[in-house]
């Protein structure tokens, strides 16, 4: 009987990990999402979609169930998901890994500033000269940017907020990846003058970053919540692969 390992996460490293390991005959992959996004790109092999419920859920899941193996590929901000990973698969005693793509670093030429929250982030802008905003935290952040009437924001996201949108703040509705060029049009046509974004990592979004660059633009870059501690982990969908075939 082919073991049944559960992918979390919709992420671009989960696609390609199930990718892989729908090839092997001997594993049968789940690919868990939240659902928190319209029309999302779906994983080969089977697919969940909605949350477990906590915990508890998780743990009566990975259950009833019969999977053998977690592997984490959340985004690095679903820090909720990941601890509910982390204390369901403890419970159960099931093999749990953490993948994470690598966060971006500054060059030398980029102007961050690192804020360790939403909260602080904000903080940082209403303290700062900039008046027009490029942000890209997604939408469920809006509400710690809001409150700051007096600056103008570009806020782009996938599917639109699910409150009212204040009249200072602007929606552009967008999928990456995205281009350079593409970036700079945007960032120049509505004369932006500090971007706001978390550090996901990836390929998929770095062009605004290159273009923020380029335009000698400050970035306040909200930093990674903090993984758990003891919980192996791996950077790429090659190390994943090579970790659970080698249980």
Known sequence: MPRRVLILGGTAEARALAATLTQ???????????????NPRLPEGEVRLGGFGGPDGLSAYLTTQNIQAVIDATHPFAEK?????????????????????????PTPQDHWHP????????????????????????RRSLPAFTPLTTRWFLARSVDPPDLPVPPNVHILLARGPYTVPGERHLLQTHDI????????????TTAKLTAARE???????????????DVPRTETVEEAARWLLSR
């Open 193 to 204: 003058d500090v971007l706001i974004t978390k550090n996901s990592g990836g390929p998929l």
């Open 115 to 138: 804020a360790p929250s939403l909260t602080t982030a904000a903080e940082t802008l209403r303290t700062s000269p900039h008046q027009r905003v490029f942000l890209t935290t997604g």
């Open 215 to 229: 335009l000698n633009l400050p970035v306040i870059m909200i930093e990674r919540p903090a993984l758990p501690d």
């Open 24 to 38: 092997d005959p001997g594993l049968h992959v789940i690919s868990s999402l939240a659902g928190r996004v319209t």
């Open 81 to 105: 998901m990941t601890a509910s990973a982390t204390e369901a698969t403890t419970r159960t005693r099931t093999p749990y890994l953490i993948l994470r793509r690598p966060a971006w670093h």
